[in-house]
């Protein structure tokens, strides 16, 4: 059973049309919830760091939330640039220091 | 953010030969970094932990003998694929754990896209 589950596995968005993804996890004893963006050929690039239940982080038109069992990432009035496929990933106290991670969004935005 | 650098970019070599990848940490200290593998259209998958000043712990089903790492200072880790396949092409990826405000983060490199011909 995946422990980091996201969805959708790929969201097309035309500009300007606000949307969530979702990560759920079945971890015990979370320690952190992790958001990246990754582009075509690159590495992941870190966007934010939740660690409790209701916790908020904004950064420009991304916006995380997280509860006990997800974390879901709104994007408002999207722009082609924000096109990437976006991972989360969990921190547990069953795995030590290591990042589990979820399979990725896909997301395009087409103008 | 933290910086992290991976050198080379991308590298093809021979069946046989062996390949070093570098992992820095361009303005913090990492005593721990992190090497992963991603194949197209798939997720990270972690290869093993690097610790400073001591031996690396692999994931399972990872040959340490096949996939060397050494962490022999605060700011680089390097990752040697032995005696390269082509099965082993693939993109690899490493990341430092940076403690910040009392919060950890991971940040990435840039990853190394390995063609073995």
């Known amino acids: 059973e995946d422990q980091v589950t996201q969805s959708p596995e790929a969201l097309r968005l035309q500009e300007g049309e606000s949307s969530s993804l979702n990560c759920s996890y079945t971890v015990s004893g979370l320690r952190g919830l992790f958001w990246y963006r990754q582009d075509p050929g690159k590495g992941p690039e870190f966007l934010f760091t939740l660690y409790s239940a209701g916790e908020e982080k904004e950064k420009e038109r991304l916006k995380a939330t997280l509860t006990k069992k997800e974390s879901f990432l709104h994007i408002t009035a999207p722009k082609p640039e924000d096109s990437a496929t976006y991972l989360c990933?969990?921190?547990?106290?069953?795995?030590?220091?290591?990042?589990?991670f979820g399979a990725g969004t896909i997301l395009r935005v087409k103008s | 953010g933290a910086v992290v650098s991976q050198h080379p970019s991308r590298v093809i070599c021979k069946s046989g030969t062996s390949v070093k990848i570098e992992c820095r940490s361009l303005?913090?200290?990492?005593?721990?970094m992190f090497w992963y593998r991603q194949f197209p259209k798939q997720s990270l998958m972690l290869m093993a932990t690097?610790?400073?000043?001591?031996?690396?712990?692999?994931e399972q089903g990872v040959e340490k003998d096949k996939f060397l790492i050494n962490h022999a200072s605060l700011t680089l880790s390097t990752l040697t694929v032995t005696s390269a396949h082509p099965e082993d092409s693939s993109f690899y990826i490493c990341?430092?754990?940076?403690?910040?405000?009392?919060?950890?983060?991971?940040?990435f490199g840039p990853g190394t896209r390995l063609l073995v011909l």
């Open positions: 990933a969990v921190q547990a106290s069953e795995y030590g220091n290591k990042l589990v």
């Open positions: 990341s430092a754990r940076d403690w910040g405000q009392n919060q950890e983060t991971q940040y």
């Open positions: 690097s610790n400073e000043g001591s031996k690396a712990t692999y």
């Open positions: 303005d913090f200290q990492a005593t721990t």
